[in-house]
């Protein structure tokens, strides 16, 4: 059984950060892309970041290039998100799921999810 488990969402200033990450078990890690989305209350759920099979390419949406990072372990099976400089428009719950290794297509594991608040 596919088990994501999201962490180390919360409140923060704007301007500030937070660091989330995502732990996965019950799948071959490595055989999988990830990535994280969000969802808000009464809009689409957006894609925020990818990242490689191998962690080699890391991909970002335009509304948090050069604020975000991410990176995965597979040694670890986690992957991470490391969110800097936040603004109020980056909260939202945020999830992490695994993608197909070619296509990047979201598949259907994914966690709960982890909230962020920014507030001003």
């Known amino acids: 059984q596919v088990h994501i488990v999201e962490s180390g969402g919360g409140f923060v200033q704007a301007g500030g950060s937070l660091r989330l990450s995502c732990a996965v078990s019950?799948?071959?890690?490595?055989?999988?892309?990830m990535g994280w989305y969000r969802q808000t209350p009464g809009k689409e759920r957006e894609y925020v970041a990818a990242?490689?099979?191998?962690?080699?390419?890391?991909y970002l949406a335009n509304s948090v290039k050069g604020r975000f990072i991410i990176s995965r372990n597979n040694a670890e099976n986690t992957v991470t998100l490391q969110m800097n400089n936040l603004k109020l428009e980056d909260t939202a719950l945020y999830h992490c799921?695994?993608?197909?290794?070619?296509?990047?297509?979201?598949?259907?594991?994914w966690g709960q999810g982890t909230q962020v608040t920014v507030s001003s």
């Open positions: 019950g799948l071959t890690f490595s055989d999988y892309a």
């Open positions: 799921q695994a993608l197909d290794k070619d296509t990047y297509s979201p598949t259907d594991y």
């Open positions: 990242v490689s099979r191998f962690g080699e390419n890391g």
